[in-house]
């Protein structure tokens, strides 16, 4: 992806208000050619976190988008989380769609703007787990390989679990999405070098248990898009 492509920033900035309604409308989470028969929808990959994470735990949403919706959820079931956004916009969306969240001063937030291609700000073994879903396709293999996985794998406590989804394939891709009425372009990856990566740094892969979803698990989403989702556990 070329350092002046325009693949996240205008966008988000431009649609914030749009891309809430989207997100917390579930209108984009509805999945098809699923690898795991148990994996619908976004909300399948919630009530999995939640069976691998107990209430109270902290997280982080790294990426958390216009509306911070997964963060709201959460700590609507009890968990202390908070939400980073390099898009002003984006945080801007939650503030307004969560006021009274928002304005709770300590403790789980909404979020603030942070940019995930740089170092953040919390010590180390900072979380019990940490969601991205859907960044780092907006983030050069080199900054993610090199700074924001590596950032993740040391924010996560001993046994602290990573829910990571990204596009899959090779180079990058442009797309026509209707919700938005434009074309959006994204890094795409390739889930062996992003596992290897993650078990060199000491996350293991947390493998399918019966029917709980589990392992590497593919799906492709309405524009259409293919993607892949995985939890890992950071080794004790």
């Known amino acids: 992806m070329t350092a002046n492509a325009d693949y996240s920033a205008s966008f988000y900035a431009r649609h914030a208000q749009r891309y809430a309604e989207v997100s917390h409308n579930f209108i984009q989470s509805v999945y098809t050619n699923v690898s795991h028969p148990g994996l619908t929808s976004d909300t399948d990959l ?4 939640q069976e691998l994470v107990p209430a ?26 908070y939400g980073v956004d390099a898009i002003e916009e984006n945080i801007a969306e939650a503030r307004r769609l969560h006021p009274d969240f928002a304005g709770r001063g300590e403790g789980a937030d909404l979020g603030e703007p942070a940019d995930v291609r740089e170092p953040l700000r919390h010590p180390d073994a900072s979380f019990d787990f940490i969601l991205c879903n859907a960044v780092i396709q907006h983030i050069a293999p080199d900054v993610a390989f090199g700074v924001t ?13 990573l829910q ?10 442009t797309v026509y999405d209707k919700d938005y009425g434009s074309d959006r372009t994204f890094q795409l990856y390739d889930p062996d070098e992003v596992l290897a990566l993650l078990t060199g740094m000491g996350l293991e892969l947390i493998p399918e248990e019966g029917a709980k979803l589990g392992g590497v698990m593919y799906f492709t989403d309405p524009k259409p898009m293919d993607h892949c989702v995985l939890y890992a556990r950071k080794a004790a």
Do not use: N, T
């Open 46 to 49: 919630m009530d999995r976190l």
């Open 149 to 161: 996985l590596p950032e993740f794998a040391r924010l996560l406590k001993s046994g602290g679990v």
């Open 56 to 81: 109270g735990a902290r997280g982080l949403d790294a990426g958390c988008g216009a509306g911070a919706r997964d963060v709201f959820f959460y700590w609507q079931k009890g968990y202390d989380i």
């Open 164 to 173: 990571l989804m990204f596009k899959v394939g090779g180079g990058v891709a």
